[in-house]
């Protein structure tokens, strides 16, 4: 099992900037793939960004494609999104996942609101 600790939300007006992190421990993530998802309020949960730890590959959803920037620090076996031109449509509870390649999320943080005013 992959501990997951997200930090970094809250409240940012439209056209800011806010940085995610999300803290692993319990596993070695050469293996895994990091993702960030969000769920907005009546929505069903989406995915966002991803990232394959062994060689950095990354993956966008169109929505935040050229505004958000999925990175890793090995060091600190932390995974952050970068978020930049954020619009109120990006209010949702962004939660950090990790998958063993191949395989499902099935690793989760306890996720962390991103508010943003209009």
């Known amino acids: 099992q992959v501990q997951l600790v997200e930090s970094g939300g809250g409240l940012v007006q439209a056209g800011g900037s806010v940085r995610l992190s999300c803290a692993a421990s319990?596993?070695?993530?050469?293996?895994?793939?990091m993702g960030w998802f969000r769920q907005a309020p009546g929505k069903e949960r989406e995915f966002v960004a991803g990232?394959?730890?062994?060689?950095?590959?990354?993956g966008y959803a169109n929505s935040v494609k050229g505004r958000f920037t999925i990175s890793r620090d090995n060091a600190k076996n932390t995974v952050y999104l970068q978020m930049n031109s954020l619009k109120y449509e990006d209010t949702a509870v962004y939660y950090c996942?990790?998958?063993?390649?191949?395989?499902?999320?099935?690793?989760w943080g306890q996720g962390t609101q991103v508010t943003v005013s209009s």
């Open positions: 990232l394959t730890w062994s060689d950095g590959n990354t």
């Open positions: 996942a990790a998958a063993r390649r191949g395989q499902t999320y099935d690793n």
């Open positions: 319990g596993r070695t993530l050469s293996s895994y793939i």
